[in-house]
């Protein structure tokens, strides 16, 4: 399959939401990457379901929500009414990881397991194919506009093994620092999904930036 882009709103100007978002409504985008921080998980606040409700009204695309919450199972449903069509927990904030992607799918949304940058890929070979999506973090979560970590590449195949193996049907979503010096490297080595916050909303035309990630050679 054609790999998909996923901008992060992170790196919009949260003062002009809706103009952001039909940018990348008018875009080659896929998704939108909507990055939940709680502030106990990750040592930042970034926004909550007033604001994803406020995304869901605009967007024209799906909305692929990144929790990088504790506990998260309290919230699973206030995620399902604010408009999150893919939902990610993180695999270190699930204790009942099993019980959780179970909930997310029973209220109608795809499933997803994010991995932290030390956490192994084979954490997730007892769960995989109860998945839709594995995102695989390449900076520490938290913040946008970090510097990607290059042991991703090493996770990435490793990943693609277990899924081939199991026949799951997961994708692989690689999420932080991702750049136009390393689209191409991460696309051959098995991603699917590209997230990309800084390197969309920093450049000068977005458009044709994340046209440019969308392309294969
Ligand atoms: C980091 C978030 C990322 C972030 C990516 O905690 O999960 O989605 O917004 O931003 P960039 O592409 O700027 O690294
Ligand atoms: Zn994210």
Not at 20 to 38: K, Q, T
Not at 97 to 123: C, D, E, F, Y
Not at 148 to 174: C, G, M, W
Request: net charge negative; aromatic share 6%.
């Amino acid at each position: 399959m054609k790999h998909l882009i996923a901008p992060s709103l992170l790196s919009a100007d949260f003062a002009n939401l809706q103009r952001d978002i039909e940018m990348i409504n008018g875009s080659e985008a896929d998704w939108f990457h909507v990055d939940v921080m709680d502030g106990m998980f990750v040592p930042n606040i970034s926004f909550g379901f007033p604001v994803i409700k406020a995304i869901k009204k605009h967007a024209t695309k799906p909305l692929d929500v990144h929790i990088m919450v504790e506990n998260p199972d309290r919230y699973l449903q206030q995620f399902k009414e604010a408009g999150a069509d893919i939902l990610t927990v993180h695999y270190e904030a699930c204790t009942h990881l099993h019980r959780t992607v179970q909930a997310i799918k029973a209220l109608g949304m795809k499933a997803g397991v994010a991995l932290n940058p030390h956490t192994p890929v084979n954490s997730l070979i007892d769960i995989i194919e109860d998945l839709d999506l594995v995102l695989i973090m390449s900076v520490n979560p938290g913040f946008g506009g970090q510097k990607f970590i290059e042991n991703t590449y090493h996770k990435i195949p490793v990943l693609k093994d277990i899924i081939r193996a199991t026949k799951s049907n997961a994708l692989i979503e690689v999420d932080g620092g991702v750049d136009l010096n390393n689209y191409k490297k991460l696309i051959e080595s098995g991603a699917n999904v590209l997230v990309a916050g800084n390197t969309v909303f920093s450049s000068s035309n977005p458009v044709q930036t994340i046209a440019t990630l969308k392309k294969q050679e």
